[in-house]
């Protein structure tokens, strides 16, 4: 690690610490992610070099956060440590929108547009090599406030689901995002659930506000079947049988215009179409790109 001056810590990753630092030969300023390795195993977790190998073939694309070296060091206590080294963006999503929460502007339309467009192509890229996500939330969203570019980082927990799915576990994205089959405690599921995270993302670009701030799994699904109806059968069918499925309160649709009323009306039904409660039914990242909503985009550079 003596090609690299650490500068300072920028947060706590999935798998350890992340430190914006300086690569002494070029002066590159790049981002250093601290891998905890288990102390009983012998040599690298196959975890890491999953994630690795897998952030290796997703970095080709400009919308994945790249992965530019992996070096191995020592601790303080002669244990094994891992560096992944990414290029460094300046900021993500969630301080994005946070700064426009803080005055009364909203975020302007061909932002909202040109970010969404780059989320739903980083995303089809994933789901096309088999990569699922699992933790899309703004705070895992890159970017570029100059260029407006955005990539998608923390592919830590993401699992190449061409392996036939196991049982995943539950405790693993943030409330806010989550889809509501996991909510109800699916264990088989697919992309989907990454585009029902895309449309929550996609309401807060435009109101500036999270849709669904739950707080606890409960709190979470009231939240959704307010806006969106108490599902059943006949909207989603083979609900009843998910795990965590009750008797909840019943509430009727609500036009989602209320919740988000400064989208138009092509935004509204792409919207509508990544919040599908059917899994089967909800809209994919490519047929996203294709919907109207962004026909007068200039994706020339996107």
């Known amino acids: 690690m003596d090609g ?17 630092a300086r690569e002494k030969a070029t002066g590159k300023i790049v ?13 690298v977790p196959s975890t890491t070099l999953r994630e690795v190998s897998l952030l290796r073939m997703l970095s080709i694309d400009p919308h994945v956060v790249r992965l530019l070296d992996l070096k191995q060091g020592q601790n303080k206590e002669g244990k094994t440590v891992l560096y992944l080294v990414f290029e460094y963006m300046d900021t993500d999503l969630k301080k994005y929108i946070r700064s ?10 061909k932002n909202v547009k040109s970010l969404m467009y780059q989320l739903c192509k980083g995303v089809a890229f994933c789901h096309g090599h088999g990569v699922l996500h699992r933790d899309l939330k703004p705070h895992n969203l890159l970017m570029d406030r100059k260029t407006m570019m955005l990539k998608i980082a923390d592919l830590g927990l993401s699992r190449a689901f061409t392996i036939p799915i196991k049982k995943y576990t539950h405790e693993i994205l943030t409330l806010w995002y989550r889809a509501p089959e996991i909510l109800l405690g699916a ?28 707080d606890s799994e409960l709190q979470q699904l009231l939240h959704i079947f307010r806006l ?21 309160p019943q509430w009727r649709p609500q036009s989602l ?27 994919s990242a490519k047929m996203a790109m294709e919907h109207p909503y962004f026909d007068d985009l200039d994706k020339t550079y996107l």
């Open 31 to 43: 981002a250093l992610k601290k891998t905890r390795l288990h102390e009983d195993e012998e040599g």
């Open 100 to 109: 426009f929460r803080q005055t009364v502007e909203k975020i302007p339309t």
């Open 257 to 283: 215009s209320s919740a988000v009323p400064n989208l138009d009306a092509d935004g509204l039904d792409l919207l509508l179409k990544m919040l599908h409660y059917q899994p089967s039914k909800r809209i």
């Open 4 to 20: 690299y001056e650490k500068l300072e810590k920028v947060g706590e990753g999935t798998y350890g610490k992340v430190y914006r």
């Open 187 to 214: 264990t088989h599921y697919s992309t989907p659930v990454d585009m029902w995270s895309v449309g929550c993302i996609f309401a807060e670009l435009v109101t500036t506000q999270p849709l669904f701030p739950g």
């Open 228 to 248: 969106l109806g108490t599902p059943n059968e006949d909207v989603w069918p083979g609900i009843s049988q998910l795990p965590d499925w009750h008797e909840y």
